[in-house]
């Protein structure tokens, strides 16, 4: 089956910088999407960037110029360097692997466990 096994997450101080890395195995093919998402304490997940198999990026306004989203095709692996981190960027991020049925259009979506990014002021 397919897994994602996100890395890299941890405690760091305010300005320091975490690079998160998520690994799918189980797979021979090439998600259509992969990302990150986060989840601070009572607040809702949300998107924090994506990429796309043609190198398209997505960032959440608050991390534009702050974080940056890399994949390798080859491996299915997706990357999340994030500098700059401020208090507010503690979260659990989760990595996310999307792929489309052309046909149905619909969209089927893997996801990591999640790892704990803890930023101190």
């Known amino acids: 089956q397919v897994q994602l096994v996100e890395s890299g997450g941890g405690l760091v101080q305010a300005g320091g910088s975490l690079r998160l890395s998520c690994a799918a195995s189980?797979?021979?093919?090439?998600?259509?999407?992969m990302g990150w998402y986060r989840q601070a304490p009572g607040k809702q997940c949300e998107l924090v960037a994506a990429?796309?198999?043609?190198?398209?990026?997505n960032y959440a306004d608050s991390v534009k110029g702050q974080f940056t989203i890399s994949r390798d095709n080859a491996k299915n692996t997706v990357y999340l360097q994030m500098n700059s981190l401020k208090p507010e960027d503690t979260a659990v991020y989760y990595c996310?692997?999307?792929?489309?049925?052309?046909?149905?259009?619909?969209?089927?979506?893997?996801w990591g466990q999640g790892t704990q990014v803890t930023v101190s002021s």
């Open positions: 189980g797979s021979t093919f090439s998600f259509d999407a």
């Open positions: 996310n692997a999307a792929l489309i049925n052309l046909a149905t259009r619909r969209r089927h979506d893997y």
């Open positions: 990429i796309t198999t043609g190198g398209s990026t």
